[in-house]
C-alpha cells in the first residue's frame, strides 16, 4: 500500500494567504503554486491510508486542549546561512503556536524536529541570493492579523502539491 504524506499547519487566511503566495510567485518560488500559505506545526509524516482514522480521531482530541488564539504577522527574518529561506514572522500568537505544534507532535507521536521550532510563513525558499534578498525587503513591512481557531491537515499529491483534507476546531465544541 502506497503511504500518504501528511502536513500539519495553521492556514493564513483569506486575502492574506492568497496575497503571500501571489507574492511568493513573484519572487520566482515555483512552490508557489504547490504550496498554501501556512505555518507549520509539525514537518510532514506518512502514513497508510488505513491508520489515517486514527490520525483524524487524534488530531481532533489534540484540537479541544488550546483555545483559539490572535496571530499577527509582520515583518520579515530568514534562516539563512543555515538554510535559503525567507519567511514573514509570526509576531503575536508563538507562545500558542508552539503549545499547539507540541499538542499536535504528541497526539501523533511525532518524531522531535530537526531544527527547533520557530513558527513562521515561508516566502521564499531555495532561491539565488538576490530573489532572497528582494523578498526580505519588499515584505519588510507586511503585517496582518487574524484570529487562529482551526488547524488543518493536508494531503502531498505529486501533481497538485499540498492539497487540505480536513480543518480541526480548536477548543471545547
Known sequence: MTPVTVGIAIPVPEPYGGDLRKMRAAFGDPMAQTVPSHVT???????????????????????????????????????????????????????????????????????????????????????????LDRAYDELSSFECQFSVDEFALYHHDDAAGWVPQHTFALGPS
Open 41 to 131: 506545526l509539525i514537518p510532514p509524516l506518512q502514513y497508510d491510508r488505513q491508520e489515517l482514522d486514527g490520525v483524524y480521531a487524534a488530531l481532533e482530541r489534540a484540537s479541544v486542549s488550546i483555545p483559539p488564539f490572535p496571530m499577527r504577522l509582520r515583518g520579515t527574518g530568514t534562516f539563512r546561512p543555515v538554510s535559503p529561506v525567507v519567511f514573514i514572522a509570526v509576531s503575536q500568537g508563538i507562545s500558542y503556536t508552539e503549545m499547539l505544534a507540541k499538542t499536535v507532535r504528541r497526539a501523533l507521536d511525532a518524531p522531535e524536529p530537526d531544527f527547533p521550532f520557530h513558527p513562521h510563513v515561508t516566502i521564499a525558499h531555495n532561491l539565488d541570493d538576490a530573489s
